[in-house]
């Protein structure tokens, strides 16, 4: 399992789940390829919360891309800490 956080780097930054890339949501087609190369592989790609539509628009443009195991943890981040799960902070994104 691939997990892929959606938000701009600065909240990868700031704290994200465990063993997570960053890719933007509105820079998955330029670069999911390079950082997703199997296509069916699990990937499972979250934002900040229920608010947050990026993890929705990455799972969408993935799967038009070919992705066929995709999902969404569409609780994200904030589910994610809420429930005092540890995150990873200040590392770069993919």
């Known amino acids: ?3 892929v956080e959606v ?3 600065k909240y990868y930054r ?3 789940l465990p063993g997570a ?3 933007p949501h509105d820079e998955v087609r330029a670069r999911a390829g390079a950082v997703l190369p199997d296509k069916d592989a699990f990937v499972v790609a979250y ?3 229920t ?3 990026n993890s929705r628009i990455a799972a969408q443009t993935l799967a038009a891309m070919g992705y066929t195991n995709v999902a ?3 609780e994200g981040k904030q589910d994610w800490i809420e429930a005092g799960l ?3 902070k200040n590392q770069q994104g993919a």
């Open 1 to 3: 399992m691939t997990l």
């Open 7 to 9: 938000l701009p780097e």
């Open 14 to 16: 700031e704290g994200h």
């Open 21 to 23: 890339i960053q890719m």
């Open 47 to 49: 934002c900040a919360n």
């Open 51 to 53: 608010a947050c539509q």
């Open 72 to 74: 969404e943890y569409e």
């Open 86 to 88: 540890p995150i990873e």
